[in-house]
C-alpha cells in the first residue's frame, strides 16, 4: 500500500519528483565528497607529518653565522628543546637554473636553494613519503617546479651560476612539508652530499641558513621563540612556527573542500525550495481529497504520511546513491592533495565520516517536509471542501486596480500585478534568481579584483606601472646604487622610488621583542592607500600593516608608539597609519627614510617606477631584466599573479562554473516552477480563454510576470554580489592581511554581459514554459 | 430574420479509453435567429452544455458544421476564434467562473481592456453602466469573495455584455441560485434580449424556459423536440400557461 502510494505520485509528478531527486542526489554527492576529502586531508597530513618530522621553530637566517651559540642555546633550553639542526641552504637564482630547450626558472617569486637532507628530522620526502636519498648526478625537485615547468622524472636541469655548471637528472618529486605549498616563498631542491659539497666548494650560491629545533613533547614554541629572540641569536629572516606549514600545506584543500560544502548547501536549499513548490501546488490541487479524508475521519498524521513517505523514500534513495557516488568523484577533487600530501589515501575515517552527509540530507528534508505540511493541519473539512475561500477569503484592500495602469497594455499589466498579487509564490523564484546572479558576479568581481592594478592596495604597494625586485646577493648594494642611477639618467622613467626592506626587533604587548620587516622610502611618490591615518611622512614615523595592527598582533592604533631597535639602537615611533597588506603573511610596516636601514639585515630592494607615456612597458621591463639579471622585474599585474599564485586561475575556473551552475539552476527551477504555476493556474487560464483570449495573450501575461521577476532578481543579485558580496570577501581576506576590499566593477560585464546571458537562458526558458496548451477542450477544464 | 447560428450535422464524440469513442452529440441541425430567445432542455447527459460550447467554438466538434453570422466556426484558427469570442459573445457559466485576483467592476472590464486600443474611460462607464442595470454598483470595487451567489451571477452577466455582444450564451446561470435570484436574474436577461441581443441558455428549470421563446428538448445527443411559446410580456400575466404548456410538452417527450 505504501509503496503503491509512492509509485503513483512518482507517475503523477515525474519531472518534478526526477529534479528533486536530482538535487538531493547532487547536494549527497558533493557533501560526502567534500567531508571524505576533508578526512582524507586529515590522515594525509598527519601521516606526511610522520614522515617528514617537521621542525617546530623555524629560523631564518643570511649572513655571520656561529654554530657553537646555537649549540649553547640548545643545551640551556634542554627541558623544551629535543633536537636541533641546522640546514645550510645554497640558494640559486632562478635564472640560473636552466632546462628544456633553453628555459630558465627566471621570474620565478620563490628563492630557490639546493639543500642536502637533514639527519634528525625535517625530511623532504619522494611521492611515497620515503625519506629521500638521492644519489650523486641527480637531483629531487619540488612539487611546485615540477608542476610549474611541466617537468618529468629523468629529464635534466642544468645549474649554471659563475663558474659552477652542473646538469642533474631528475630523479624523484620533492615533497617538503615545510615549503610544499606556493604560499610559502621558498622551494629546497634536494641533492647528493658529493654534489653539495662541489657546489657549496665553487660558491654557486648565496648562503643562508635554516636553525631547525624540534621540541619536546611538553616544550613550548612561544617561550623558546621569546628566548631565541632575547639572547640575541642569527635571526634576520622570519621564524615561524611548525603549525604554520601544516595550515599552508591544507589551505588550498581546505577552501576547495569548503566552497563544495557551501555549493551543496546551497542545492540542499534548492531542493527545499523545490519540495516547497511541489507541496504547495500538490497540497492546494488535492485540497478537495484532504477535506474528504478529514471528513471521513483519517488522522491529520495519516494524511501527512501520504505526502511525506514519497520524499522519505526519495532522500532515502538519493543519500545511498549519493554517498556511493561520492566515492567517484571524490577523485576529482583530490589530484591536488594526492600530489602534495599523500599518494595513498586509504584510510578508513573517510566512509564513516562521510556518512554524516546523507543522513544529515535525510533528517533534513524529512523534517523540512514536516514543517511544510503543518498547513494540513490548518486546513478544516470544510474549509477544504470549499477552497475558493483559502485563496481569496482575506478582506485586504484591492490593489493593483485595471485603471491604474498607465504604462502597459492590460494584458501584460495583468501579469505584472500578479506577481504583485501572489508574491509569496514568485519570492521562491526571485530568491532563485537572486542566488544564481550573486555566483556569477560574485566570482567575477573578485576576478577582476584581483586582476586589476587597484589590487596593488592590498598588498601594500601603491599604484605603478613596474617595480624591481633586487633580492640578497653579493653584489645586491653596487646593483642597487648603479640601478637608481640608470633610473635617474634614463628619460622614459617618469617617476621612480626605492624602497629599503630590513628586519628590526619591535617591542610586542608583552614587552618581548619580535622581528618586524620594516620597509623605508618616501611614500609619497606611489601613495599607498591608507585604511586610517596617512603614511609616514616624517621623522620618528611609522605605518603598520592590518595584521600588525590587529588585535592578535602589535594592538596598535593610529597615535599609538612602537619601540624598534636596529644595531642596539631604540627609538620611539609613533603610528601615522594601517593599510592592507596580504603580501609576507599580512605583517609589513613602513618607516621614514629618517629611521635607517638595519644594514645587518637587509632583507630587500625594491624600486617602484611610472614610466613615461608613450613608453612600451613591455620592452622597458625587458630591458632591466636582461641588464640587472639577478632582479625580478614585473608589472604589477604579473606581481600580483606570482604572489597570489594560482589562486587567479582557480578564480577563473570558479567564475566559468559560477555561470555554468547558475545558468542550470535558474533554467531547471524555472521551467518546474512555470509548470506547475500553469497547471495551478489551469482553471483561470481557461476563464480568461472562455472569455476571448488567445492562448499568445495568456503566455504572455506569464512571460511578462516572470521576466519581470528574473529582471529583479538580477538587479538584487548584482546589488548584493557587489555590497553584500564586497563585506563578505573582507571578512574572508581580514584574516590574511585586507580587511577592507573594495571591487573593481568592470561595468559592461556586471551589468550587461554576465546578466544577459542569464537573461537569455532563462528568456528562453520562460519562453518555452510558458505556452498555454490550446488542444483540450475548454469545458473539460471548466466544468471539472 | 437572419439566422446567427446555423449548425448542420454537428457531432461530437469523445474518447473513452485508447479505442471506443462515446457520442455526445450526434448529427444536430439547429437555427437560431437574430434576437430570438431560446432555452435548451433535457435530461442530465444529454449534450446541452455540450451544444453550447460547441456552437461557442469554446469546444472543437467532431465533424458537420456550425455557422455563426454566416462564418464556418470550425474552420477559424484558434486566435480568430478567440477574437469572435471576444467581441460577438458572451458566455455565463453556471458556476460563474469569476477571475480570482481582480475586482468585481476589473472582472467586468477585463475583457473589453484587452486591446491595446480600448477607451479605459468608456469601458469603465459601460461597466458602471452595466452594474446598475443590474442592481450591483456598490460592489464594484470588492472582491469576488465578498458578493453573494445571486451578485455575483449578475457580475457574470455584465461580463459578459461588456463588449456589447450579438449573442449570450447561459449554461444554466440559475443552476445554482435560490428562486428569488432566478427571477431577477431572468428578468435581466429578458431586457438583454429585448435590447436586441440573442440569447441562448441551457436549463432545467421550467420556469426559467417559459422566459424564453422557443424552446429546444434533447435526448441523447440529439435535438428531439422544439417548441414555440412566443415572446414573454411580464405584462400580460400568462406565465402559469406558459409554464404549464412546456410541462405537458416535455411529459410528452418522456422527460
Redesign the interface.
Known amino acids: 500500500m505504501f509503496l503503491k502510494m509512492v509509485k503513483n505520485d512518482f507517475i503523477r509528478n515525474k519531472i518534478v519528483t526526477m529534479t528533486v531527486f536530482l538535487f538531493i542526489t547532487m547536494a549527497v554527492i558533493l557533501a560526502a565528497s567534500a567531508i571524505h576529502n576533508i578526512a582524507n586531508l586529515i590522515q594525509g597530513i598527519s601521516s606526511f607529518q610522520v614522515s617528514a618530522v617537521p621542525a617546530d621553530m623555524t629560523v631564518m637566517h643570511a649572513g655571520e653565522y656561529d654554530q657553537a651559540e646555537i649549540d649553547q642555546f640548545t643545551e640551556q633550553y634542554r627541558d623544551h628543546i629535543a633536537m636541533q639542526e641546522t640546514m645550510v641552504l645554497q640558494n640559486i637564482d632562478g635564472s640560473n637554473i636552466h632546462f628544456g630547450q633553453n628555459q630558465t626558472m627566471a621570474g620565478t617569486i620563490q628563492d630557490i636553494s639546493f639543500v642536502v637532507q637533514n639527519k634528525h628530522f625535517d625530511f623532504i620526502v619522494d611521492l611515497d613519503n620515503e625519506k629521500l636519498d638521492v644519489k650523486e648526478g641527480f637531483v629531487a625537485v619540488p612539487i611546485y617546479f615540477m608542476e610549474q615547468h611541466d617537468l618529468e622524472i629523468g629529464d635534466t636541469i642544468t645549474v649554471k651560476s659563475g663558474w659552477y655548471e652542473k646538469a642533474f637528472v631528475i630523479s624523484d618529486y620533492a615533497r617538503d612539508f615545510e615549503m610544499n605549498s606556493p604560499l610559502t616563498s621558498s622551494k629546497r631542491f634536494v641533492i647528493n652530499q658529493d654534489d653539495y659539497n662541489e657546489m657549496l666548494k665553487m660558491q654557486a650560491g648565496e648562503l643562508e641558513y635554516l636553525i631547525e629545533f624540534k621540541l619536546n613533547e611538553t616544550g613550548d614554541p612561544a617561550a623558546v621563540q621569546t628566548a631565541y629572540n632575547e639572547a640575541g641569536l642569527p635571526a634576520n629572516g622570519p621564524i615561524l612556527e611548525g603549525k604554520i606549514f601544516a595550515i599552508f600545506n591544507s589551505m588550498s584543500d581546505m577552501i576547495v573542500a569548503l566552497v563544495i560544502i557551501f555549493i551543496s548547501i546551497l542545492l540542499l536549499v534548492i531542493a527545499s525550495l523545490c519540495i516547497r513548490l511541489t507541496f504547495l501546488a500538490t497540497i492546494d490541487e488535492d485540497i478537495r481529497e484532504i477535506g474528504v479524508m478529514k471528513a471521513m475521519g483519517i488522522s491529520k498524521k495519516d494524511i501527512k504520511k501520504v505526502y511525506l513517505n514519497k520524499y522519505s523514500v526519495i532522500s532515502a534513495a538519493a543519500g545511498i546513491i549519493g554517498y556511493l557516488m561520492s566515492f567517484a568523484v571524490v577523485n576529482l577533487l583530490n589530484s591536488n592533495m594526492r600530489l602534495y600530501i599523500a599518494s595513498d589515501l586509504s584510510g578508513s575515517l573517510k566512509y564513516i565520516l562521510s556518512l554524516i552527509a546523507p543522513l544529515l540530507v535525510y533528517f533534513m528534508i524529512v523534517m523540512y517536509c514536516k514543517q511544510v505540511l503543518k498547513r494540513i493541519d490548518k486546513i478544516s473539512a470544510v474549509e477544504a471542501l470549499r477552497s475558493d475561500i483559502m485563496e481569496g477569503g482575506k478582506n485586504r484592500r484591492y490593489s493593483f486596480p485595471l485603471l491604474q495602469n498607465k504604462f502597459f497594455s492590460t494584458n501584460m499589466y495583468m501579469g505584472l500585478r500578479d506577481v504583485g498579487k501572489r508574491f509569496k509564490l514568485y519570492r521562491l523564484l526571485l530568491v532563485i534568481f537572486i542566488v544564481c546572479t550573486f555566483i556569477v558576479i560574485l566570482p567575477v568581481n573578485m576576478y577582476n579584483t584581483m586582476n586589476s592594478p587597484e589590487f596593488s592596495s592590498y598588498m601594500g604597494i601603491g599604484k605603478q606601472d613596474m617595480r624591481i625586485d633586487l633580492r640578497r646577493t653579493d653584489s645586491i648594494t653596487e646593483d642597487f646604487n648603479k640601478l637608481q642611477e640608470e633610473l635617474q639618467n634614463d628619460s622614459d622613467i617618469e617617476k621612480y622610488a626605492p624602497y629599503i626592506t630590513s628586519s628590526y626587533k619591535v617591542k610586542n604587548a608583552e614587552g618581548t621583542w619580535d622581528n618586524m620587516n620594516i620597509e623605508i622610502g618616501d611614500f609619497s611618490v606611489f601613495p599607498l592607500k591608507f585604511l586610517e591615518g596617512r603614511a609616514p611622512e616624517g621623522e620618528g614615523e611609522i605605518s603598520l600593516s592590518l595584521a600588525h595592527a590587529a588585535k592578535d598582533g602589535l594592538n596598535k592604533k593610529v597615535g599609538d608608539e612602537v619601540t624598534v631597535r636596529a644595531g642596539g639602537e631604540e627609538q620611539t615611533l609613533t603610528v601615522t597609519g594601517i593599510y592592507q597588506d596580504i603580501t609576507n603573511g599580512g605583517k609589513t610596516a613602513k618607516a621614514h627614510t629618517s629611521l635607517g636601514v638595519n644594514e645587518e639585515a637587509v632583507l630587500w630592494y625594491i624600486v617602484s617606477l611610472d614610466l613615461a607615456e608613450g613608453v612600451d612597458v613591455r620592452g622597458k621591463m625587458d630591458y632591466y631584466q636582461n641588464a640587472y639579471s639577478t632582479a625580478q622585474v614585473n608589472d604589477i599585474k604579473e606581481y600580483t599573479q606570482q604572489t597570489l599564485g594560482n589562486i587567479i586561475d582557480q578564480m577563473g575556473t570558479v567564475v566559468i562554473g559560477g555561470i555554468a551552475i547558475a545558468i542550470i539552476i535558474a533554467v531547471l527551477i524555472t521551467a518546474l516552477f512555470l509548470r506547475m504555476l500553469l497547471s495551478k493556474d489551469m482553471s483561470q487560464i481557461a476563464i480568461m480563454r472562455s472569455i476571448g483570449l488567445t492562448s499568445k495573450q495568456i503566455s504572455h501575461q506569464y512571460m511578462a510576470g516572470n521576466l519581470m521577476v528574473l529582471l529583479l532578481g538580477i538587479i538584487l543579485g548584482v546589488l548584493a554580489a557587489n555590497f553584500l558580496g564586497e563585506i563578505l570577501v573582507s571578512m574572508a581576506m581580514s584574516s590574511m592581511g585586507a580587511a577592507k576590499i573594495k571591487f573593481v566593477h568592470i561595468i559592461w560585464q556586471t551589468w550587461l554581459l554576465c546578466p544577459l546571458a542569464l537573461m537569455i537562458a532563462v528568456g528562453l526558458t520562460i519562453f518555452m514554459s510558458c505556452r498555454v496548451a490550446v488542444k483540450d477542450d475548454l469545458s473539460v477544464v471548466l466544468r471539472s | 430574420m437572419t439566422n446567427i447560428i446555423e449548425a448542420k450535422s454537428m457531432t461530437k464524440k469523445v474518447a473513452l479509453g485508447k479505442e471506443n469513442e462515446l457520442p455526445i452529440l450526434r448529427d444536430v441541425n439547429l437555427e437560431v435567429k437574430e434576437g430570438e430567445f431560446v432555452s435548451v432542455m433535457g435530461p442530465s447527459g444529454s449534450g446541452k452544455?455540450?451544444l453550447l460550447?460547441n456552437i461557442s467554438g469554446?469546444?472543437?466538434m467532431t465533424s458537420g458544421s456550425v455557422k455563426f453570422k454566416g462564418r464556418e466556426i470550425g474552420s477559424l484558427k484558434?486566435?480568430e476564434l478567440?477574437?469572435?469570442?471576444?467581441?460577438t459573445?458572451g458566455?455565463i457559466?453556471q458556476?460563474i467562473?469569476?477571475?480570482?485576483?481582480?475586482?468585481l467592476i476589473?472582472n467586468i472590464?477585463?475583457?473589453a481592456?484587452?486591446p491595446?486600443d480600448?477607451d479605459?474611460h468608456a469601458v469603465?462607464q459601460r461597466a458602471k453602466k452595466l452594474m446598475k442595470m443590474t442592481g450591483i454598483e456598490k460592489l464594484a470595487?470588492?472582491?469576488?469573495?465578498?458578493g453573494s451567489g445571486g451578485q455575483l451571477q449578475r457580475v457574470g452577466i455584465c461580463?459578459a455584455l461588456i463588449?456589447d455582444p450579438d449573442i449570450l450564451f447561459g449554461d444554466e446561470p440559475t443552476g445554482a441560485l435560490d428562486s428569488q435570484s432566478t427571477e431577477e436574474i431572468m428578468s435581466i436577461l429578458a431586457q438583454i434580449n429585448k435590447n436586441g441581443t440573442t440569447v441562448m441558455l441551457v436549463t432545467h428549470d421550467v420556469k426559467v424556459a417559459a422566459k424564453t421563446e422557443r424552446i429546444l428538448f434533447m435526448v441523447d445527443g440529439d435535438i428531439v423536440s422544439q417548441k414555440k411559446i412566443g415572446k414573454f410580456d411580464a405584462q400580460q400575466g400568462d406565465r402559469k400557461e406558459r409554464e404549464e404548456s412546456i410541462m405537458k410538452w416535455l411529459m410528452e417527450n418522456g422527460f
Not at chain 2, 467562473?97 to 475586482?103: R, T
Not at chain 2, 470595487?141 to 465578498?146: E, F, K, S
Open positions: 452544455s455540450t460550447y469554446m469546444d472543437r484558434e486566435e478567440a477574437k469572435v469570442r471576444l467581441k459573445m458566455f457559466f458556476d467562473n469569476l477571475l480570482k485576483n481582480l475586482s476589473d472590464m477585463f475583457p481592456l484587452v491595446t480600448a479605459k469603465n470595487n470588492h472582491n469576488i469573495t465578498q461580463r463588449n
